[in-house]
């Protein structure tokens, strides 16, 4: 029967890659996920009779759309939009939207997989779906970022709704954005639906603690699987890759916990600080000024800059947190960290490692707090968010804090018990991938072959 088992796997691996030519990335979250599942088929060979893998590395739509747009000078320019419904077993469809260059219909599908996995660990009724476009709002004036927003959300519009879809920020997309979103998708509908967007201004429905709550709950993650190893953050030195939301309020967090934030980056260098990185400084670069971080060295006195991001991770430290951006950590990188002793890494980013760098940590008995766990803390309170507005009432910070570290303590705990019942203890990464999966996979073959 394993044998078996391994050649149904292999063969949906096999023809997703045909199928999805030259889409890199979800290629290899495909992989990665369902080489970790052998055991889960052993055991329930139902889920290989319904097809269930088959099934569930098909979007269950996928839209890509023209999105025309004018600039201050009147000249005309044309993206592309997409959006990814995945699985709605579980829920509506629940993800965020990137605006970035490199976005294509790969990396919204890899997102989009990934998303399935992180929402079902989160214990709440949420699908799994992923959008954006191959727009670049950097270098672009408020007026030309609305108009854009605007184009995208006409065509967006018809496809979501606050029970079938529900999209939030990513890279890229912040409150300025969605705020675009949510005023011309209000125009369009001519209704008041806040729950059809999250990540939303405190004054028009969003959450308090949302713009924290991924960084926050990497944190929360992280210290969980540290006590339960006899440990905590408090000495230690931590290297955080990316300096947007998720890396500052990581670091943050990091800093609450007894930990010494050292260095920090953007996409074109990263800053050292052997003192301990200065967040109010880092914020007012990064959050209000929206200039480079290597402003930093211009404020902080014994601060360096170095250009170039991977080489943030020579840094020497006990703790590393790629929270920046998928496969920001490949296997050289790896070697670097742990030649370097490096014990723990976090993951902030979606599949900030590559599987061959995961590999090889787990090899070498580092312990590793997986994307689809850890940084599920944003999507979790955007459900939250979701959860406010169809009560029309909004709690206080402290309550969704509290709310999100229950979250992710059960994350935690689901991920560690699924690794222990099918012979994985201390690999949170294969325990993350079957604690979400079973409980997509039971809702799937519940429903039916749709």
Not at 19 to 41: D, M, P, W, Y
Not at 54 to 61: D, H, M
Not at 390 to 405: A, G, H, I, N, Y
Request: aromatic share 8%.
């Amino acid at each position: 029967m394993e044998k078996n088992v391994k050649q149904v796997i292999e063969k949906v691996i096999e023809d997703v890659k045909v199928r999805n030519k030259g889409e890199s990335e979800f290629h290899q979250t495909i992989e990665e996920v369902l080489h970790s599942l052998e055991g889960v088929l052993v055991k329930h060979p139902e889920y290989i009779d319904a097809s269930i893998l088959e099934r569930i590395v098909e979007p269950e739509r996928q839209i890509m759309f023209r999105v025309p747009w004018v600039d201050d000078n009147g000249n005309v320019h044309v993206n592309r939009g997409f959006r990814v419904q995945f699985n709605s077993a579980i829920g509506p469809y629940k993800g965020g939207l990137r605006f970035h260059p490199s976005v294509n219909l790969g990396i919204i599908k890899f997102l989009g997989f990934e998303q399935i996995f992180k929402n079902s660990l989160t214990g709440l009724p949420i699908g799994g779906g992923k959008g954006g476009s191959d727009f670049d709002p950097k270098g672009k004036s408020d007026n030309e970022i609305m108009k854009f927003c605007q184009s995208f959300m006409t065509e967006l519009y018809r496809h979501i709704g606050p029970n079938i879809d529900v999209p939030a920020g990513d890279i890229g997309v912040g409150a300025r954005e969605i705020g675009f979103l949510f005023g011309q998708y209000k125009r369009i509908r001519d209704s008041y639906d806040a729950g059809v967007l999250t990540g939303k201004g405190l004054t028009y429905g969003g959450s308090l603690a949302r713009k924290e709550a991924t960084g926050f709950g990497v944190v929360y993650f992280v210290n969980e699987m540290l006590n339960y190893h006899k440990d905590t953050f408090e000495g230690k030195r931590v290297v955080i890759s990316g300096s947007g939301n998720v890396a500052i309020y990581a670091a943050q967090k990091a800093m609450e916990h007894g930990a010494k934030v050292i260095a920090m980056c953007d996409s074109a260098g990263y800053i050292v600080d052997e003192n301990g990185i200065d967040l109010d400084i880092v914020k007012q670069i990064k959050e209000v000024e929206r200039k480079r971080i290597k402003e930093y060295v211009n404020r902080k006195e014994g601060a360096q800059y170095v250009e170039g991001q991977k080489g943030i991770w020579t840094v020497k430290c006990d703790i590393a947190m790629p929270c920046a951006t998928q496969n920001d950590i490949n296997i050289d990188s790896a070697k670097i960290l742990v030649e370097n002793g490096t014990k723990v890494i976090g993951e902030g980013a979606n599949m900030p490692c590559t599987n061959e760098a995961v590999e090889y940590f787990l090899e070498k008995g580092l312990l590793v707090a997986p994307a689809k766990a850890a940084n599920a803390g944003g999507v979790a309170t955007s459900a939250l968010e979701m959860s406010q507005n169809s009560m029309r009432l909004s709690w206080t910070f402290e309550e969704v804090e509290d709310k999100l570290k229950v979250i992710m303590k059960n994350i935690f705990e689901a991920s560690k018990n699924a690794a222990e019942e099918y012979g994985h203890a201390g690999n949170y990464v294969v325990g993350a991938n079957i604690a979400g999966f079973l409980k997509v996979a039971d809702a799937m073959l519940s429903q039916g072959i749709i």
